[in-house]
């Protein structure tokens, strides 16, 4: 099953059928712990054709977005190397190897933008890169309740003069995009699942690459287990799992690039760079 928060209210998706979801309001279905059974509930009634792409909205409101770093061997390399002069080299592969994970703070749901919208670039960062991610839908308990797509924009040049620039490279306005739906399983997704990351400009592809789970180092309920130590969230949570598709040194983006990610199971999540 699929869930798309819209315009219209929340609907459900299965086998190209969808109704609507009864409920107070999206922190409350979100956070409810029969998410599931309320969503299957829900196509046993009435349904409709179809919704409007248009009218899909980020998956999020009042749910914060919390992210894994350096979980791919490609992102332990990349992060070794724009950090290597600022002394960051080595303890990037230490985090790699490490039992525990690096979490950090990325959005709350109003900084979050959804599909078509438009992510952005620092004014003040010179080397900015889109990452595709795994993103899980943690509900109260800790719970993985489903996944999404996200992207995790990222100012490489400010990481990598100083890894104490994190937060700034990673969190501002326009930095995170999450959707377009939120796929509810409760097992986990196989490792064959494929990530693909696509860049275009003026119509034509800059950068495309891809990768799949089994790349990831890290066991996505180890990290939700992570997070949730001693730290409470009401409403849920979502975290991103990581990189496994980087492009290269010489690559950065420019205003109007649109890029699409793909994952197999959700769907695409498309956004154009203000």
């Known amino acids: 099953m699929k869930l798309y928060r819209t315009e219209s209210g929340v609907f459900v998706e299965e086998g190209n059928r969808f109704s609507i979801v009864s409920a107070l309001s999206w922190d409350e279905l979100i956070g409810s712990a029969d998410l599931h059974a309320r969503a299957q509930a829900a196509l046993s009634g009435s349904s409709g054709s179809g919704i409007d792409p248009g009218s899909i909205l980020a998956p999020i409101v009042s749910q914060e977005v919390w992210a894994a770093g350096v979980t791919y061997y490609r992102s332990r390399n990349a992060r070794m190397e724009e950090s290597k002069d600022a002394g960051g080299g080595s303890f990037y592969d230490r985090v790699y190897a490490a039992e525990r994970p690096e979490l950090f703070f990325k959005a709350t749901g109003r900084r979050v933008v959804g599909p078509n919208g438009a992510v952005r670039i620092r004014s003040d960062a010179k080397w900015s890169v889109p990452e595709p991610e795994l993103t899980l839908l943690i509900n109260p308990a800790g719970e993985i309740a489903g996944y999404t797509i996200g992207n995790d924009m990222s100012s490489r040049d400010i990481e990598g003069e100083n890894p104490l620039y994190l937060p700034q490279a990673k969190v501002y306005d ?47 309920k180890q990290l939700a287990e992570f997070l949730f130590r001693d730290n409470s969230f009401p409403h849920g949570a979502f975290l991103m799992t990581g990189t496994g598709v980087v492009p290269g040194d010489g690559f950065t983006l420019a205003h109007g690039d649109v890029i699409r990610i793909a994952i197999d199971g959700i769907g695409v999540l498309e956004n154009y760079v203000e």
């Open 174 to 220: 326009g930095s995170c995009a999450l959707g377009p739906c939120i796929l509810l399983a409760t097992e986990p997704l196989g490792k064959s699942t494929g990530i693909q990351l696509e860049i275009a400009r003026g119509g034509a592809t800059v950068f495309a690459g891809s990768t799949t789970l089994a790349e990831l180092k890290r066991d996505p």
